[in-house]
Nanobody, 116 residues
Framework: QVRLVEFGGGLAQSGGSLRLSCVVS????????MGWYRQAPGKERDLVAT???????NYADSVKGRFTISKDVAKNTVYLQMSSLKPEDTAVYYC??????????WGQGTQVTVSS
């Protein structure tokens, strides 16, 4: 079992910034990768950014150059720094973890709303 707790999110103006945090509060498995997905109303859950245990990152084209994913191993925390926010970034953001054995776990989600 892997338990993920998310912090951050909220309301921002277009062009503003927010930072999301995801803490691994409990893990019985080794984690291979963590990241963030988002789901807007009426749409599917889509990849935002991921980072592997080795530090390799991957971003959705829509957020490249605006969002930065990072991690603090000592704090068991992954961050998503979001800058130059756009109204289309409005969604529920979910933290994600994948173990070395391929199991996937999700956080409870945190709302991000960007006003124009």
């Amino acid at each position: 079992q892997v338990r993920l707790v998310e912090f951050g999110g909220g309301l921002a103006q277009s062009g503003g910034s927010l930072r999301l945090s995801c803490v691994v509060s409990e893990s019985r498995f080794s984690i291979y990768a963590m990241g963030w997905y988002r789901q807007a109303p009426g749409k599917e859950r889509d990849l935002v950014a991921t980072i592997t245990s080795g530090g390799l990152t991957n971003y959705a084209d829509s957020v490249k150059g605006r969002f930065t994913i990072s991690k603090d191993v000592a704090k068991n925390t992954v961050y998503l720094q979001m800058s130059s926010l756009k109204p289309e970034d409005t969604a529920v953001y979910y933290c994600y973890a994948r173990t070395n054995s391929g199991n996937q776990f999700w956080g409870q989600g945190t709302q991000v709303t960007v006003s124009s």
